[in-house]
């Protein structure tokens, strides 16, 4: 993005909340719908971004096979949605940090590998620029990768030229839960996350004296959230104007969470 001038975008907060996973799509499709009026009137103005976290949910693709779970339907350990984004099956739980931007790409570019490719960016700008962890992207596979680990999912819909759904970034997600699905329908890889990432790196400097690292989750995530904003402006060359969260949306904050701990010897 090179634009002279940063387009605005609606900001709405919510990456210390928990938001139940059939509000917040149900939310950005109002959005959509909004949007295209808006444009209907030659008054669309100004883009869209919601960070937050969910409720423990699996979430489907338009085309993604069910064999790709390792439950059935009928008997499903937590709510199953399937959407109409694209890609297969992921995961979405506390720790988990989700970012929905509700794009109009005309105003941006009108290419969705271009689109898709920057989501990647984002993510790996704040791994390089916060955590120092080397991210890549795979050919012929979405996301973001740190060796043979996904730590970031992506899966778009795109309507009329504006785009939403989004990218799921895994900071301190209990990984547990992806041992009852196929992740991104990917038999041969793992999933990973930054606490897990930084825990090896503890472990191998465990015996060193000059490695020294303490910090529990919920700030592991306030950090990545704020990298993640500040890389997504910077790549989407946008302005963002912070709004209250909607009424009628329930939220609840998450429990504390455990903490990752080294003091050199």
């Known amino acids: 993005m090179t634009n002279e001038v940063k387009r605005s975008c609606e900001f709405y907060d919510m990456h210390k909340e928990l938001i139940p996973y059939a509000e917040a799509w149900s939310w950005q499709k109002d959005i959509v719908k909004k949007r295209k009026e808006l444009i209907e009137r030659e008054k669309d103005c100004s883009d869209t971004l919601i960070i937050l976290q969910h409720h423990p949910v699996y979430t489907l693709g338009t085309r993604s096979s069910e064999a ?6 009928k008997n499903a350990p937590i709510n199953v949605y399937r959407t109409e984004r ?8 506390p720790g988990q940090l989700v970012m929905y931007p509700i794009i109009n790409l005309r105003y ?13 960016e984002v993510v790996i700008r704040v791994l390089s620029s916060t955590f120092f962890i080397k991210a890549s992207r795979i050919e012929g596979l979405t996301g973001v990768w740190v060796g043979d680990q996904k730590l970031a999912a992506i899966g778009i819909k795109v309507s009329q030229w504006i785009a939403y759904h989004g990218l799921a970034l895994n900071v301190a997600t209990d990984l547990t839960a992806f041992g009852q699905i196929v992740p991104c329908g990917i038999q041969d890889r793992q999933v990973g996350s930054i606490k897990g990432l930084l825990q090896e790196h503890v472990s191998s400097n465990r015996r060193g004296a000059e490695s020294k690292y303490d910090i529990d989750d919920n700030q592991l995530i306030d950090i990545t959230h704020k990298s993640l904003v500040q ?9 963002l104007r912070h709004k209250p969260i909607p009424a009628g949306i329930a939220w609840e904050r998450p429990e504390v969470l455990h903490s990752i701990t080294e003091k050199g010897d």
């Not at 790709?68 to 339907?73: A, D, E, K």
């Not at 890609?87 to 739980?93: A, S």
């Not at 941006?108 to 990647?120: F, T």
């Open 68 to 73: 790709y779970l390792n439950f059935s339907m």
């Open 86 to 93: 694209g890609g297969e099956v992921t995961y979405h739980g």
């Open 108 to 120: 941006h570019k009108m290419d969705l590998h271009w689109y898709l490719r920057a989501l990647e």
């Open 231 to 239: 890389e997504f402006c910077k790549i989407f060359q946008v302005h």
